[in-house]
């Protein structure tokens, strides 16, 4: 018991100290990053991979959001099927939306990718179950993905990027996006199965989802206020 509350408090500290680093910026691109793509010309596929990993890499809600879909998923199948369903939404809407320019509010957007948070962690809860509602998970990591794709997209759109080349840079920014969540996910995968063979994994387990829920609602009200103020 007393070790299984370590752990859970222990992951609540860090996702809290990571939070209050990324502020309400979870999706933002950094100004050293944005001057530099706003002068390119053509195509620079490796330059947009690079910032693509980069900002999954370094995007909180991105990785809670992950770490809450992988959390209960045992074989390596599983993992594969739900990190694709979620890869082809967010692939879609990204370079769909940005070819499109199909945006949305970002505060909006990234709203809704928080609250993507508290769902995952609602439904390893076993919340929905307990009210007798029954949703098909890939369908809804399939939802979310489209979300998380139209929050790269909305951010992109925000910059002054060249049209030429701008398919290709697209293409690389998501291969990029693919690659950076492939890291994480071998991390916090690996982590998990070291994790589940210890007996303080059931116990701490509701805790650990009561913070990602938790820190799902901290980034959707930051990003709430953040629309209200503007």
């Known amino acids: 018991m007393v070790e299984a509350r370590r752990s859970w408090r222990l992951l609540a500290a860090a996702l809290l100290v990571a939070l209050l680093g990324q502020g309400v910026l979870a999706h933002d691109i950094s100004e050293a990053n944005r001057a530099a793509i706003e002068q390119l010309d053509g195509p620079h596929f490796i330059v947009f991979l690079y910032l693509g990993a980069k900002h999954m890499v370094t995007g909180i809600d991105h990785v809670l959001y992950l770490v809450g879909v992988v959390f209960f ?43 993507s948070i508290v769902y995952k962690a609602f439904e390893n809860l076993g919340g929905f179950a307990k009210l007798g509602i029954t949703i098909d998970s890939r369908l809804a990591v399939f939802a979310f993905g489209l979300a998380h794709g139209l929050g790269l997209a909305t951010k992109l759109m925000d910059l002054t990027v060249s049209r030429n080349g701008l398919l290709a ?42 913070v990602l829920f938790a820190a799902g609602l901290l980034l959707a009200g930051q990003q709430i206020a953040g629309y209200l103020a503007s």
């Not at 694709?84 to 320019?101: C, D, E, R, T, Y």
């Not at 920014?173 to 070291?194: A, D, I, K, P, S």
């Open 169 to 210: 840079n697209l293409i690389g920014f998501n291969v990029g996006v693919e690659f950076g969540q492939v890291l994480v996910l071998v991390v916090v995968v690996f982590l998990l199965n070291l994790w589940r063979s210890a007996p303080s994994f059931e116990k701490g387990a509701f805790g650990a989802n009561c």
């Open 73 to 115: 998923l045992y074989r390596l199948r599983d993992v594969v099927l739900y990190v694709s369903m979620f890869a082809i939404g967010h692939s879609i809407s990204l370079i769909g939306g940005v070819l499109l320019g199909t945006g949305a509010n970002p505060y909006i957007v990234d709203a809704i990718i928080g609250f």
